[in-house]
């Protein structure tokens, strides 16, 4: 008899249970308060805006792909695709191009010239915060002293050489050009540069960075070497 | 006795596994609930306590209790009163009348027992 009527109060026991711990995890759900201001959320959205709008003009420009292949006329295929790898080449920086930029001129100081001390070599670190330095400001390609920057180029030290693509970097004086978009863009890249502190970053190394007047028409050679890619391999054909 | 209690050990850990949440617009109903559902508790165990307990009422009051009580706060919401009010009263008066009666009652027996055991003492 007694054990009969445990079992209704072993069930609604077992329900308030339940519905307590229930209520304990809605309760501590938010563990971490969100203290972000006004401004850091307007920050946020004006990143995932204009993320928004990078993808909008992706999604474009491969539709326009698309439809170019759709649209093609049955001889033509070949020159499309022909066309499609010469973009993809330009992309990935193996051709030479022309395009509005400037010109950024490192030297030796002119303390270091007149105290006969010896030219120092640019240090890769330096070159790396230059090179993050234009790529933040709509810099599109960059060739350091005729060494082209593409995706996997390496700027450091090998034996006491400061390599852009394993290659060594000339002791200053040497040049770096810097294509852009638009001619505008290289006014804002060079204004920007000039007004940043990577001058005195230079100058703290016995070097001066002299910033070009932004011209109409620049040219930047390819990457001259092969891409080693260790992660796709080709397919033999028919397949 | 201790196969309840085993029940609700049982309803916590698994609540908490499973880390089951609710919105937290829903959330005022479910705490009207676990409140509708401990006034029943209680009044199951002063039932028993006093030898007039019925599986019957007590099953059908404890779902009847927390659906009325979802109801009526529920009702309120949309009614722009606060009426989960009125449930919380009145559950909280009787949840107090309920633990008072189990009080007496259980301090009656306590008392019962020592006067039975000082009797048989002298």
């Known amino acids: ?239 | 006795m201790w196969l309840p209690l085993l029940g609700l050990l049982l309803g916590i850990s698994l609540g908490l596994l499973t880390d089951v949440q609710i919105p937290t617009i829903y959330e005022s109903y479910l705490s009207i609930a676990v409140l509708a559902a401990l006034d029943t508790l209680f009044g199951g165990i002063r039932a028993q306590l006093q030898q007039v307990y019925d599986d019957y009422v007590f099953v059908t009051g404890f779902f009847f209790n927390i659906a009325l009580a979802a109801g009526l706060a529920f009702l309120g919401v949309h009614l722009g009163v606060d009426l989960y009010l009125a449930a919380v009263f009145a559950f909280g008066v009787r949840l107090f009348q309920n633990i008072a009666i189990i009080r007496r009652i259980l301090l009656s027996k306590w008392n019962d027992k020592k006067a039975k055991q000082s009797e048989k003492a002298v």
Not at chain 1, 69 to 85: A, G, H, K, Q
């Open chain 1, 1 to 239: 008899m007694k054990r009969k009527m445990h079992t209704p109060f072993i069930i609604v026991l077992f329900i308030i249970g339940f519905m307590l711990a229930m209520q304990y995890n809605t309760v501590k759900n938010p563990q971490q308060r969100d203290t972000r201001d006004l401004w850091d959320i307007r920050r946020e959205l004006s990143l995932e805006k204009q993320r928004h709008s990078e993808l909008l003009a992706n999604i474009q420009q491969l539709n326009s792909t698309i439809s170019k292949y759709e649209n093609m006329d049955n001889d033509s295929p070949d020159r499309i695709l022909r066309e499609t790898v010469q973009g993809l080449k330009q992309e990935a920086g193996l051709t030479a191009i022309t395009s509005p930029g400037l010109v950024l001129r490192v030297d030796a100081s002119p303390e270091a010239k007149v105290l006969g001390q010896a030219v120092p070599n640019i240090s890769p670190d330096l070159l790396v915060k230059l090179v993050n330095d234009i790529n933040r400001f709509k810099g599109n390609a960059v060739v350091i002293d005729r060494k082209r920057i593409v995706q996997t180029t390496a700027i450091r030290d090998i034996n006491g050489q400061t390599t852009v693509n394993s290659l060594a970097v000339r002791t200053p004086p040497f040049m770096i050009t810097i294509g852009t978009s638009t001619l505008a863009d290289a006014n804002k890249l060079a204004s920007y540069l000039e007004s940043s502190s990577i001058a005195d970053d230079f100058y703290l190394d016995n070097l001066t960075l002299s910033i070009g007047k932004p011209q109409k028409k620049v040219t930047l050679n390819g990457f001259d070497q092969s891409f080693h890619n260790k992660f796709l391999s080709e397919t033999t054909k028919g397949e």
